[in-house]
């Protein structure tokens, strides 16, 4: 199992995912990459990544990029239907049905056989949400407690799996609706650092 180590100065992993459907530019790869570009600030390292919508790849990198980067926090990005940005407090291991853009799904439609239901964050989301409205962020935002049943949710799954419960997901609208890049990103920015402060909290108390 994975040792959490909570430090005040943290590497956090951001993903994003690649194009899908009738998507040529997926949201979440395009606001993962300028939040690279201003960075997290408060001395925090970010490393992002890019996963193809492909149940075999997001199987293999939920592993990888774990013993690569050694996130003290992954933060997964997906883009949705909403207008708003959604955060995502569980994930599903079942009933993965819905096609890859290979046209695959997971041969068991599930995240870990013989796996629990559904994991949760360790993250709460519902004071994230508090969080994050008391520092003035410029964007609506509601919480989920279903990722979707896709390649959201199938990484979500997994990565908590490795990750022990320091992982979220964050759904982003399309660029095309309510919000810029530049405003979702800096979003993304203020929920991050409030995720860090939940985090630093936690460990204090423990």
């Known amino acids: 199992s994975r040792t959490v180590i909570v430090r005040t100065k943290m590497r956090v992993l951001v993903t994003g995912f690649g194009p899908f459907g009738g998507l040529k530019v997926n949201a979440s790869w395009e606001i993962a990459k300028h939040l690279a570009q201003e960075g997290l600030g408060d001395g925090h390292t970010l490393d992002i990544a890019e996963i193809p919508v492909v149940y075999d790849v997001v199987r ?11 996130p003290d926090l992954a933060v997964h990005v997906g883009v949705s239907p909403y207008e708003d940005v959604t955060l995502e407090q569980y994930s599903h291991n079942f009933d993965y049905n819905k096609e890859d853009i290979t046209g695959k799904c997971p041969d068991t ?21 508090e969080d994050v409205n008391a520092r003035g962020i410029q964007v609506d935002t509601s919480i989920s407690e279903d990722a979707g049943r896709y390649l959201c949710d199938f990484l979500y799954y997994l990565s908590l799996s490795h990750g022990q419960g320091t992982v979220a997901f964050v759904h982003v609208p399309c660029l095309d609706k309510r919000y810029s890049c530049e405003e979702l990103s800096e979003a993304l920015r203020v929920i991050i650092l409030a995720m860090i402060d939940q985090l630093l909290d936690k460990s204090r108390l423990n």
């Open 109 to 129: 439609r599930c995240c870990i056989p013989g796996g629990p239901d559904r994991l949760r964050s360790s993250l709460d989301m519902r004071q994230l949400q």
């Open 60 to 70: 293999e990198q939920a592993l990888s990029l774990w013993n690569e980067k050694n």
